[in-house]
């Protein structure tokens, strides 16, 4: 998204897999994308490791170096299948997020706090991560009871950030109108009616420019003014 004053903020969300090993069935999401990277080693000379986890965390901490230097801010939903403070892997997440000058928004409000992120693990799994959000520029964040909202063993995890501070923005609340129904039963008033309607959407370009609003949104090309 940019806002004003050339203002950036990018959000993504990341999945890293389960640690896996060589033995694991290959239904899993660990083997299934080994395999994967396998085929891409056999089509070119490549320097990727074989472990999926680790190329996430690789191929995570490249983009986020690449999009601080582009001057992004940036707010990362991740199910990453590791805390911030799980350092038995040699190659780990709380070691990217630190490199990184990353944030979670969940321990700047509420440091220490964090719960259990799955139902049937230990420790806080799933993180909202930051880069360029002051603390201050997050005005809640939370995690969700199990089962709230979601047919899931994960916890909903959310966050509101200050879109004005974030990108410069000063957005117009939509004005709020009573509801009226539109009914009649005389057949051909109702017809005129919805001819007149479309007659005056297509007049003012109203189905070109939502058509262009979606297509930009889906893009990533949105720009917010």
């Not at 509420?110 to 799933?126: A, F, K, P």
């Not at 199990?146 to 959310?158: A, K, Q, Y």
Request: glycine share 8%.
């Amino acid at each position: 998204m940019r806002g004003q004053q050339r203002k950036k903020l990018t959000v993504v969300s990341m999945y890293c897999p389960n640690p896996g090993y060589r033995a694991a069935g290959p239904a899993s999401v660990w083997s299934q994308q080994r395999s994967r990277m396998q085929m891409k080693a056999d089509e070119e000379t490549s320097n990727r490791s074989e472990d999926p986890r680790k190329q996430c965390l690789l191929d995570f901490e490249k983009w986020t170096e690449t999009k601080i230097v582009n001057g992004h801010r940036i707010i990362v939903l991740t199910d990453a299948n590791q805390s911030l403070t799980d350092t038995k892997e040699g190659y780990n997440l709380g070691d990217r997020v630190k490199r990184c000058s990353l944030l979670s928004a969940m321990e700047a409000k509420h440091e220490g706090q964090s719960l259990r992120s799955v139902d049937r693990g230990s420790t806080t799994i799933d993180h909202i991560l930051t880069y360029g959000v002051e603390t201050n520029e997050i005005h809640k964040v939370g995690q969700l009871p199990f089962g709230l909202g979601f047919h899931t063993d994960h916890r909903g995890l959310f966050a509101d950030v200050d879109r004005e501070q974030l990108l410069g923005l000063r957005m117009t609340e939509p004005e709020q109108r009573e509801s009226r129904r539109l009914s009649s039963k005389n057949n051909k008033h109702r017809q005129q009616y919805m001819e007149l309607l479309c007659k005056n959407l297509v007049a003012h370009n109203f189905f070109k420019r939502v058509g262009e609003l979606s297509r930009a949104s889906h893009e990533g090309t949105f720009t917010a003014t």
